[in-house]
């Protein structure tokens, strides 16, 4: 998919005042959600589909879904890309288990297209488990950590 479809897209989200977009196809994945006037999130799930940087607004973390393992609550991935639990490899990590954690606490970056996108938790407790190693590839909706709300 082309840039220029990737705008016609857009314009008809505008002109129809759609709130969510959704393609899937054997190739790539694309999906769009918008508030307001402007687009929140692009998310590109096959390496051959090109974006423009500018069209990847930092996307907002997915919501925490509940985890069926003792009451644990999965950060997932926003998007496809690199995760990485340091702002560079020479820094300590953002969290490690048994931090304690807010909704707007950072917990990693991901990667996306050379566009480095802080992930925040979205949810108030302990890390109790980080599932991903650093500099490892994550697809959407990947669980990257379980938190103890309690």
């Known amino acids: ?10 314009q008809m989200m505008k002109e129809n005042d759609l709130t969510e977009f959704l393609l899937e196809d054997e190739d790539c994945t694309l999906q769009l959600k918008r508030g307001g006037g402007e687009i929140q999130q692009v ?4 390496p051959q589909m090109m974006a423009a940087p500018q069209m990847m607004a930092a996307p907002a973390a997915a919501p925490a879904a509940p985890s069926v393992d003792d009451g644990l609550v999965e950060i997932t991935s926003p998007m496809v890309g690199t ?6 490899p020479d820094s300590d990590s953002f969290v490690e288990v048994g931090a304690e954690v807010g909704e707007d ?3 990693c970056i991901v ?8 992930i925040k938790a979205d ?8 599932l991903v190693d650093n500099a490892t590839p994550v697809q959407f909706g990947q669980p990257l950590f379980l938190v103890d709300p309690a």
């Open 83 to 88: 995760f990485y639990n340091a702002p560079s």
């Open 43 to 46: 998310v590109a799930a096959a």
């Open 105 to 107: 606490t950072v917990v």
């Open 111 to 118: 990667e996306a297209m050379k566009v480095m996108n802080e």
């Open 123 to 130: 949810v108030k407790g302990t890390i109790k488990k980080i």
């Open 1 to 10: 998919m082309e840039l220029k479809d990737i705008k016609k897209v857009v």
